[in-house]
T-cell receptor, first 114, second 109 residues
């Protein structure tokens, strides 16, 4: 069974640009979560999508947005990039409701903003 | 916030020793999960303990949960150099996991 995949592995952007990060969940998983992990820090919850809808978002400005496609893959968009957006962005997927909500993580996308 | 808080922030032990990490949280939970992260990579799920369980084992891992104290501990027995990683607890409520800053475990050969 294929795990969660993320692309690209690395992304380098300049301040003010937009970044698009992609995530494909494990087959059969309907929920996708996005986290930001700045260097040396813990994971900060960004967004949660389930069945194509945004279920919750963390304490991040509106320039962080995303969507979930009908095949449950997801995209995270970061507009007007700032230097402090440099971080490892992790995507996780989880099976449907009534599961244990165990999350399966992808390898992450390392975003560097210069 | 339901964020788990791990303690200690860093732990350094010799290979073969046991490592204990603690986690505290604030409100009621469905379950609590522990994850490991090797440097700069994605997290790997280690073990899940449900709110009605007090102790759970998986290989060299032992997790305890005390809901009255809102705390959990992760014990890694007979540690190996390959156990060097960051360990995160994640209390689960309302289908969401909330991670703390983790415990950085270093196992010296």
């Amino acid at each position: 069974e294929a795990g969660v995949t993320q692309s690209p592995t690395h992304l380098i952007k300049t301040r003010g640009q937009q970044a698009t990060l992609r995530c494909s969940p494990i087959s059969g998983h309907t929920s996708v979560y996005w986290y930001q992990q700045a260097l040396g820090l813990g994971l900060q919850f960004l967004l949660w999508y389930d069945e194509g809808e945004e279920r919750n978002r963390g304490n991040f400005p509106p320039r962080f947005s995303g969507l979930q496609f009908p095949n449950y893959s997801s995209e995270l968009n970061v507009n007007a990039l700032e230097l402090e957006d440099s971080a490892l962005y992790l995507c996780a997927s989880s099976p449907e409701v009534r599961s244990s909500y165990e999350q399966y993580f992808g390898p992450g996308t390392r975003l560097t903003v210069t | 916030s339901q964020q788990g808080e791990e303690d200690p922030q860093a732990l350094s032990i010799q290979e073969g020793e046991n490592a204990t990490m603690n986690c505290s949280y604030k409100t009621s939970i469905n379950n609590l999960q522990w994850y490991r992260q090797n440097s700069g990579r994605g997290l790997v799920h280690l073990i899940l303990i449900r709110s009605n369980e007090r102790e759970k084992h998986s290989g060299r891992l032992r997790v305890t949960l005390d809901t009255s104290k809102k705390s959990s501990s992760l014990l890694i027995t007979a540690s190996r150099a390959a156990d060097t990683a960051s360990y995160f607890c994640a209390p689960v409520s309302a289908r969401q996991l909330t991670f703390g800053s983790g415990t950085q475990l270093t196992v010296l050969p």
